[in-house]
């Protein structure tokens, strides 16, 4: 009896519900990703987004992550995390501080103060 393997599966679901020119562009996007403006954490976000599309080179990566013993995925993005986050406290330290995320500034205004 065959048993239906999960990328058996996906090949079979994209191939049947995903255009091959669809698929060749997403893929074409994941090969010339580059972070450039991004953070980490976006870039991370849109590459494991399209690396849907590369399951076959992510695969042969994997492979030969395994054979040279090298760093996971998660551990470079974790290092690389860790260094923007000291990159961007630098530069705040530098600069002074920035909008927080919320869109309010960080200095009080003499209200806060009373």
Do not use: C
Not at 8 to 34: C, D, P, S, W
């Amino acid at each position: 009896m065959n048993r239906l393997t999960w990328d058996f599966f996906l090949e079979t679901f994209k191939n049947k519900f995903m255009g091959e020119q669809y698929m060749k562009a997403h893929k074409r996007e994941f090969i010339n990703l580059v972070q450039g403006e991004l953070s980490v954490i976006e870039y991370e976000a849109k590459f494991v987004r399209l690396s849907r599309y590369a399951t076959d080179m992510i695969s042969q990566e994997r492979d030969h992550s395994k054979a040279y013993d090298m760093t996971s995925f998660k551990e470079l993005v974790d290092n690389a995390k860790a260094i923007e986050e000291i990159r961007v406290e630098a530069l705040q330290t530098k600069t002074g501080p920035r909008k927080q995320v919320s869109g309010q500034s960080r200095k009080t205004s003499k209200r806060d103060h009373d």
